[in-house]
């Protein structure tokens, strides 16, 4: 099992910046897969990013590619999502989760963080 806590979220004007992060505790991190989720109110959860256990491949939703970066430092048991140039539509809570990849870009994610709200104003 892995366990998984978010931090950084917070408020960011439209078009700034914000870095949210992940860390984990419990199997070996660099075994899973990581993502990024979110939900915002009213709205089914979403996929936002994903990357691989070395962090060679990525994947990103089309809403947020080319503005948002997903990286992962196994040594430091911690992924993490730069949020750049965000919109007000990027408002949600956004979740961690860690899985296994059956067919890349496929990935079955079975473990999830708490979840940190992140709010842009514009």
């Known amino acids: 099992q892995v366990q998984l806590v978010e931090s950084g979220g917070g408020s960011v004007q439209a078009g700034g910046s914000l870095r949210v992060s992940c860390a984990a505790s419990?199997?070996?991190?660099?075994?899973?897969?990581m993502g990024w989720f979110r939900q915002a109110p009213g709205k089914e959860r979403e996929f936002v990013a994903a990357?691989?256990?070395?962090?060679?491949?990525?994947n990103y939703a089309d809403s947020v590619k080319g503005r948002f970066t997903i990286a992962r430092d196994n040594a430091k048991s911690t992924v993490y999502l730069q949020m750049n140039s965000p919109k007000p539509e990027d408002t949600a809570v956004y979740y961690c989760?860690?899985?296994?990849?059956?067919?890349?870009?496929?990935?079955?994610?079975?473990?999830w963080g708490q979840g940190t709200q992140v709010t842009v104003s514009s």
């Open positions: 989760a860690a899985g296994t990849a059956t067919a890349w870009p496929a990935v079955r994610f079975d473990y």
């Open positions: 419990g199997r070996t991190f660099s075994s899973y897969t």
């Open positions: 990357i691989s256990r070395s962090g060679g491949m990525t």
